[in-house]
C-alpha cells in the first residue's frame, strides 16, 4: 500500500521467523497494526529523512492457532532522493 501511494522502495533490513506447528494447507498471513502513532512516525521520519523503518509482525494461523510468526525490520528509501534508488 505504501508503494502505491509514495515512490519508495521498501527493503527487509532483518527478520526471524518461528515456526511453530506444521503447515500443510493454504494459509493466510496477517499483519496489523494497532498503533496510529507508529505510523505516523515512520511517514514523518520518511518525509524528514528520506528513509525510516518499521517493525511488523505477521503471523500464520492454521484452525486457529498461531503456526508461523515473522518479525521483520523494514525500510522505505524515498527514490526520488536516495541515491541508487532513483526512479528508472
Known amino acids: 500500500m505504501l508503494r502505491e501511494q509514495l515512490p519508495v522502495t521498501v527493503v527487509i ?14 494459509m493466510q498471513a496477517t499483519c496489523t497494526m494497532s498503533n496510529v502513532e507508529v ?12 528513509r525510516a523503518r ?24 524515498d527514490r526520488a532522493r536516495v541515491p541508487g534508488f532513483e526512479p528508472g
Open 54 to 77: 518499521l517493525e511488523l509482525e505477521e503471523f500464520i494461523h492454521v484452525d486457529g492457532e498461531v503456526a508461523l510468526r515473522f518479525r521483520g525490520q523494514f525500510v522505505a528509501y
Open 13 to 26: 533490513q532483518e527478520y526471524s521467523v518461528q515456526y511453530l506447528r506444521p503447515v500443510a494447507e493454504d
Open 39 to 50: 505510523l505516523k512516525k515512520f511517514l514523518c521520519q520518511l518525509a524528514r529523512n528520506s
